[in-house]
Structures are given as structure tokens and as C-alpha cells.
């Protein structure tokens, strides 16, 4: 005859003697810790979320903390731009941590530029055909220049990301959409500053000899970037698009 103790039923309750001192085996997830705590008498609510949150997470900071941690990542990451002589691991770092404030300051702050350098050319015209009605002076602008010199630089930056996307990828590198976007924003900013500086210049030679200077400088900051999504020995053929968009836009500059 089977005991007590060698039945399969043994401390189950059912054929033998039950065990009442097995307790029932809870996950320690963590869960019933944080119920607890939260039921606990004189915690607060504030308290409890803190707890619930996990460490190093952005959710409890204030607006003024997290509009700080921006503008310093910006201002990193344009540091980088204005003295591209950094090293790899810095560009990889500053990819990896990419960010879209910076790009989207940019973008707008030179199409609102050559918008507004439309806007005087078109008013120039204007002026002149005013003063000699026997001669009109005909114009290849629209009247809706200023807004087209606007949209032209968001689709220029769009469709330049794309193609910096798949040209790394088809390079054997590896770029996401945001992070391209992010680095040709960034790179804009050399150009962003050669025209504001020639647009009250009238002189051509001048104009064009600031603008070269500041695709020459735009390309120089956008191959530490490059670099770190493709190989040294391709990072040519990846830079070459970012230059000649980057040509393309101070073309809409100076025509503006």
C-alpha cells in the first residue's frame, strides 16, 4: 500500500494530507511591490508617480528643463557644424542623439531669407516699370515668388534627405530618414550665414564668391556626419549629393 507521503497527491489537498504551509508562488515583477507602496496611508499622489517612473526618464522634468536640454543639444551639435574637425566617435555620438529643433530653426530661417529677397526683387521690378510705362521690363518671376522661394527649400531639404538615405544604404552604411534630415538641417547653417551676408551686396562677383564659400563650408561640415554612417573610402560619393543641393540652394539665393 502507497503512504501518504509517496502519493502524487501528497500536499494537494486531494488523496493525502494537505500542506498548509506551501504559500502560492507570486512573480516578483515588481508589481506587487508598487501596489503596495501606492496603497500605503499618507503617500501622495505625486509621490506615487514619481515611484512608478522609471530612472533617467524625462516624463517629471519641467518645461524650463527640457527646453534647456534642447537648446544645449543644439547648441552641441552646431558646434560641430562650425568646427567640423571632431572625431568620428563625437559625429556617431551626434548622429545617434539626433534631434529636429535645430534643422527646422534653420530651414525656415532661410526660406523666410530668400523669400524675403524675392519679395524685394519683385518690388524693385514693380518700381522700375512704375517709372518707365513706355518700356516695361518683363519679368520670369510670378507675382507668388516669395511664397514658391518659401516652399523651394522644404523640398529641396525633403527630397535631398531621401536621396542622402538611400545613397548611404545603397553604400553599404546605415542612416534613418530623421537622421538625415537632421544633418543636412544642421549643414545648412553655413549657408543660412553666406546669405544673410551678401544680401545687401549688389556686386555679383562678391555675391557669388560668398555663396561658393558657404557650400565649400557646408560640405566640409556635413563629411564628419558621412563619415560615420559609411566607409572613409565612400564617403565621397556620399557627400557629393549634399554638395551640389547645397549649390542648388545658394543658386535660388543669388537669382533671388
Keep these: 500500500m502507497q503512504s501518504a507521503v509517496d ?18 508562488v507570486v512573480p516578483d515583477d515588481g508589481t506587487v511591490q508598487m501596489f503596495t507602496e501606492e496603497a500605503e496611508p499618507g503617500t501622495s499622489e505625486l509621490d506615487a508617480v514619481r515611484r512608478t517612473v522609471p530612472a533617467g526618464s524625462t516624463l517629471n522634468e519641467t518645461v524650463w528643463q527640457t527646453l534647456k536640454r534642447d537648446l544645449l543639444q543644439i547648441a552641441l551639435n552646431l558646434r560641430l557644424v562650425l568646427v567640423p574637425v571632431s572625431k568620428q566617435s563625437t559625429a556617431k555620438r551626434a548622429l545617434r542623439e539626433w534631434d529636429l529643433w535645430g534643422p527646422m530653426i534653420f530651414s525656415v530661417s532661410l526660406a523666410l531669407l530668400l523669400s524675403h529677397q524675392s519679395g524685394e526683387f519683385l518690388e524693385e521690378k514693380k518700381k522700375i516699370e512704375r517709372w518707365s510705362p513706355k518700356r516695361p521690363l518683363t519679368t520670369s518671376k510670378p507675382p507668388d515668388s516669395p511664397a514658391k522661394a518659401f516652399s523651394v ?3 529641396v531639404l525633403t527630397v535631398g534627405a531621401c536621396v ?3 545613397n548611404v544604404i545603397l553604400l553599404g552604411g546605415k542612416i534613418v530618414f530623421l537622421q538625415a534630415c537632421s544633418l543636412l538641417g544642421y549643414c545648412t ?16 562677383v562678391v555675391r557669388l564668391l560668398g555663396m561658393l564659400l558657404g557650400v565649400a563650408w557646408a560640405s566640409w561640415a556635413a563629411v564628419p556626419f558621412v563619415s560615420a554612417s559609411v566607409s572613409e573610402k565612400r564617403k565621397t560619393l556620399a557627400v557629393y549629393p549634399l554638395m551640389m543641393m547645397y549649390l542648388f540652394l545658394s543658386w535660388v539665393a543669388l537669382i533671388g
Excluded: D, E
Excluded at 11 to 20: D, I, K, L, R
Excluded at 189 to 204: E, N
Design 7 to 24: 502519493s502524487p497527491f501528497a500536499g494537494s489537498g486531494v488523496g493525502g494530507t494537505p500542506n498548509m504551509t506551501q504559500q502560492p
Design 189 to 204: 547653417f553655413p549657408l543660412l550665414v553666406a546669405a544673410a551676408i551678401v544680401s545687401p551686396i549688389q556686386i555679383k
Design 164 to 166: 542622402l538615405t538611400l
Design 153 to 155: 527649400v522644404f523640398c
